[in-house]
């Protein structure tokens, strides 16, 4: 046994295969940790939970930015592992382990202004008292990981968590098991003497049985749909959760937009990565005057990507089948190919595909494609485009491009997080906090939200000196509560002039 795998008889067990999209080659074969492998993972984590607290939050720095600098030295073999079981190009696969790196520099690094004891003004009802205010870890945080982006998505939580004072047992993805196996082995480089990270591999049950093991919090970033399971779970035993789903990202092109940055960034944000980006580019509104313009940059720039070059194969076969009902329900009813077609999927990969006249209510508008393809809408004005964009049922990020209304549209683009003449750079900004709204999910990972969400605040309150206005005690004098009306009268009774 390892610090970081689940004690196992490896010959009595069920084991699944990693395989390599682009090939169907396996890469490796994992267990199926069954519930009472998690539970016992999540008791070791328990231990070792109350060893990482107990370092310091200077010892654990030092720990964190060692792992960094591993993280550094091996991008490329990480990235080639991305590559090999994820499908995307070893560039992009750099890319995210960079950006995944930037972010667990900055949760290192700014643990403890963010969490540290600080003290607070006692206000006028406790001016006797001082108060302080920190923010502690929960113990074990579970962390459920999706495939997509299988270091920089599970790692926006991992990071922060640790960071944060915690231990950690993560399920990954099915589909990306090795990937999650090399980010537990190298953490255990730089912190072999307890098993502070840990792995859990398996389907779905594994990660239910993660839910339910004793967990102090659980992260979750997956689909809707498996994030309401996950949230049922967690609550039985009232188990905090955080919950980060899916997007059908909206993208506004207004009438004064760079049009050729635009729509290379409308290419790029639809189809890197196939098309699988929870805050990926899904669909397009453009203001009348300049959609033709647009869509034949578009058009023209989405035709010369190769897949297999630009872009890998479609990382999880079942998603091709998706891909193709979306594209034929949306040519079926009216909507046209202006790239691609029904003929572009082509297992494992999906050539390019940008549809428009696309009615609102299809798949191909409101739900999740989760492939490299795009849907042009015309619109009359900025107010169309904001409320069809609003109109999803998810509501992660949105982009919009305007040379001088970007900000004013954006304020009004119900997301959590909006760009501006540029497709999702908050994912590589980590003071800010990332996560959606509605069935994007709840609560924040990254940035100062990001290292709160996985500790809980401990308030310490001191008395100086008895009050003469003595107002919780038994003996509270007759007056007392008068004397507190006149108080607050002075205090707070002024109406405000002009409103
Ligand atoms: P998924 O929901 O199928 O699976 C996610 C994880 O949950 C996997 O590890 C899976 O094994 C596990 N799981 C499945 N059933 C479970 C259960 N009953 N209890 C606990 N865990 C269970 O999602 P996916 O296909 O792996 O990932 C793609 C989805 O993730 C897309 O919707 C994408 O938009 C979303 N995503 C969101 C973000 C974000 O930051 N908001 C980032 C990346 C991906």
Not at 197 to 222: I, N, S
């Amino acid at each position: 046994m390892t610090a970081t795998q689940p004690s196992t008889d490896r010959s009595a067990r069920e084991t699944f295969a990693s395989l390599n999209p682009a090939t169907g080659e396996q890469i490796a074969t994992f267990d199926i940790h069954s519930e009472a492998d998690v539970r016992a993972a999540v008791e070791r984590a328990k231990r070792a939970a109350a060893w990482w607290a107990g370092l310091g939050e200077p010892t654990r720095r030092q720990r964190l930015r060692n792992w960094r600098a591993l993280l550094v030295r091996r991008t490329d073999e990480l990235a080639a592992l991305i590559t090999q079981e994820n499908g995307k190009p070893t560039g992009d696969a750099i890319l995210e382990v960079t950006i995944a790196i930037a972010h667990l520099s900055w949760a290192t690094g700014h643990a403890r202004r963010v969490l540290g004891r600080r003290p607070v003004l006692p206000g006028l009802l406790a001016i006797n008292h001082t108060a302080t205010c920190e923010y502690l870890p929960y113990g074990v945080v579970g962390v459920i990981g999706p495939w997509n982006y299988p270091v920089h998505t599970p790692l926006g939580s991992i990071s922060y968590a640790l960071a944060a004072g915690n231990a950690v047992v993560f399920k990954p993805s099915e589909f990306t098991p090795a990937v999650g196996s090399w980010l537990v082995e190298s953490f255990a480089e730089v912190v072999p003497e307890q098993p502070v990270f840990q792995l859990v591999t398996g389907y779905g049950p594994t990660g239910a049985a993660l839910c339910t093991a004793g967990v102090d919090k659980l992260a979750f970033t997956g689909s809707a749909t498996t994030g309401r399971t996950v949230m049922a779970a967690c609550a039985q035993d009232l188990i905090p959760c955080v919950i980060e789903c899916g997007g059908k990202d909206p993208l506004v092109v207004a009438a004064d937009a760079d049009l050729d940055l635009a729509a290379e960034q409308a290419v790029w944000g639809a189809m890197f990565n196939a098309g699988q980006t929870c805050a990926g580019v899904e669909r397009a509104y453009v203001e009348r005057s300049v959609y033709a313009e647009f869509a034949a940059k578009v058009v023209q720039q989405a035709g010369q990507l190769q897949p297999g070059q630009q872009y890998g194969p479609i990382t999880m076969p079942s998603q091709l089948t998706v891909i193709a009902r979306h594209i034929d329900d949306a040519l079926n009813r009216g909507g046209r190919a202006l790239a691609g077609g029904r003929d572009s999927v082509q297992p494992p990969y999906v050539n390019p595909v940008v549809l428009a006249g696309v009615p609102e209510d299809c798949p191909a508008v409101t739900d999740e494609t989760f492939g490299p393809t795009l849907v042009l809408t015309e619109v009359a004005d900025e107010q169309e485009a904001v409320a069809k964009a609003n109109a999803g049922r998810y509501g992660l990020g949105a982009s919009v491009f305007s040379r001088s209304r970007g900000g004013a549209i954006a304020r009004r683009l119900d997301a959590g997080m909006v760009s501006i003449n540029a497709v999702l750079p908050y994912a590589g900004i980590p003071g800010l906090p990332w996560g959606g709204s509605k069935d994007s999910g709840f609560g924040r990972i990254h940035g100062p939200d990001g290292l709160r969400e996985f500790a809980r605040s401990r308030v310490i309150t001191r008395q100086w000196f008895v009050l003469p206005l003595r107002l919780t005690t038994f003996d509270r004098p007759r007056h007392a509560i008068g004397q507190l009306k006149q108080l607050a009268r002075l205090r707070w009774g002024s109406r405000q002039r002009g409103v």
